[in-house]
């Protein structure tokens, strides 16, 4: 047998266009400024490190993970605010769902204040909103959450910032190497285009895949509004040109 | 105008923010009861075959300033290099582990095993390494990169081969400090810079 053999190969991750992403660096973000690279990145193939990564069972998530109304009380009353549906699909760079891949949320409550201890905001915290959900894309690529519209926030920045309506995500895909974090912003916020995070995004088309439109047709009457969010994580480049050694 | 093509682009990213807790260890931010406990605790179970470690250290600014709202997160083989998924791989070895800076002191601890080689590109071996992620507010785009051990050969390693300022090889290489123990100081800026990975 021959130790290198022409194979169908379905590995190697599609290099990070980072023209589509934030710069690193956006003085109207001030954190930005001392918390990013001034070297460049070292670009390279990606490997089995990158190509690998966990996985996660239906064992893991609970009956009420993917609803952030009701998980914080466990059931025993709802969360303040707008109720929502906010759903969508997981894909790759090739249009191919991707299945069976964990996906998290976080968010503020109603009045844009969050459960955490570094959250000093005064609008008040709600007893029953702990703000984190999580779910396993279907064998489609498909999610969804049952939430509340999080409240825009002022944070300190420059004199008046605030951060139009949001919830993040976090995805996993099938690799390390496809790890995401973003966020989600709702259709006619008029606070994402005052907002410097959004803006360390250059590419305005690109900006716009973060906002997600209203969805009447999956909302329910008299119970919930519906947005879509849809996520692209990167792909693996598709070659029947690849020499690699053989059981890789 | 010329055929459209159909692929898809990556949605962009956007910062974790200061609140990345709350999504990823709730618990850690004292959000309490949503899930049993969070995710990724442990990237090794009890019985886990290969040499015990602790890997501890601290992410600074371009100020020297020391993060406390950092999270990080690892991946890594078994002790003989087989990733989890792959056939053989040893079962108490689930490979990932979340993390995060203390809210006082900014130090992070990784406990796990060594990993051992694994293959590169083109019938190269990769020293043994563990791959790591970092987000924190002002973070726009997630950081990648790489611990590696100076008790191994690197020699031959095709990423360390590839950082052509030969001093900065040391930014990926955790250095021991004890019996099993290891320290590895991530700076995201200026003097002693971490070489980060777009891989
Ligand atoms: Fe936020």
Redesign the pocket.
């Known amino acids: 047998m021959p130790k290198w053999m022409p194979r169908m190969t379905d590995a190697r991750l599609i290099p990070r266009d980072r023209s589509a992403h934030p710069v690193p660096r956006d003085p109207d973000y001030k954190t930005s400024v001392a918390r990013s690279p001034n070297l460049p990145l070292l670009s390279m193939p990606s490997t089995l490190t990158e190509e690998t990564g966990p996985v996660f069972g239906h064992g893991l998530i609970g009956a009420l993970d993917n609803n952030l109304i009701l998980n914080f009380s466990q059931g025993a009353a709802p969360a303040i605010g707008e109720r929502i549906l906010l759903h969508g699909r997981v894909m790759d760079e090739n249009a191919r769902p991707v299945p069976n891949t964990l996906v998290e949320i976080?968010?503020?409550n109603a009045g844009g204040r969050?459960r955490h201890v570094k959250d000093t905001y005064f609008a008040p915290l709600d007893p029953n909103f702990g703000g984190c959900g999580r779910t396993l894309t279907d064998e489609n690529g498909q999610y969804q959450f049952l939430t509340i519209r999080?409240g825009a926030?002022p944070w300190p920045n420059r004199g008046n910032d605030w951060?139009p309506m949001?919830v993040?995500y976090s995805i996993f895909g099938q690799g390390f190497g496809q790890r995401l974090i973003t966020?989600c912003y709702f259709e006619g916020d008029p606070l994402i285009d005052r907002c410097p995070i959004v803006a360390t995004i250059k590419d305005r088309s690109q900006i716009d895949r973060l906002v997600a439109p209203l969805d009447m047709a999956r909302a329910k009457p008299m119970d919930f509004l519906a947005y879509k969010f849809d996520i692209v994580l990167r792909g693996r480049r598709q070659t029947m040109f690849e020499n690699r050694p053989e059981g890789m | 105008m010329v055929q459209k093509l159909d692929t898809l682009t990556e949605t962009p990213s956007q910062t974790a923010?200061?609140?990345v807790h709350i999504g990823c260890i709730p618990s850690f931010a004292g959000v309490e009861g949503v899930y049993p406990e969070d995710l990724g605790l442990r990237a090794v179970e009890q019985g886990a075959k290969g040499e015990t470690i602790t890997i501890t250290g601290s992410v600074h600014d371009g100020t020297g300033w020391t993060l406390r709202d950092a999270m990080l997160e690892s991946w890594q083989a078994d002790a003989v290099g087989l990733y989890p998924g792959q056939d053989g791989a040893d079962p108490k070895v689930n490979g990932f582990c979340r993390f995060a800076a203390d809210k006082d002191s900014g130090e992070f601890t990784l406990q796990t095993i060594k990993p051992g080689a694994v293959p590169g590109p083109d019938g190269t071996w990769q020293a043994p390494h563990i791959a790591l992620w970092i987000v924190a507010r002002g973070i726009n785009t997630g950081l990648q990169t790489r611990i590696y051990f100076e008790d191994e050969d690197n020699s031959a390693d095709p990423l360390l081969a590839r950082i052509e300022q030969r001093p900065r090889v040391e930014t990926l290489i955790a250095k021991k400090t004890g019996d099993g123990q290891y320290r590895f100081d991530i700076r995201l800026q200026g003097d002693g810079e971490t070489v980060f990975l777009d891989i």
Do not use: L, N, S, V
Request: charged share 10%; aromatic share 30%; glycine share 8%.
């Open positions: 976080w968010q503020a969050y999080p926030y951060r949001h993040h966020q | 923010g200061p609140y």
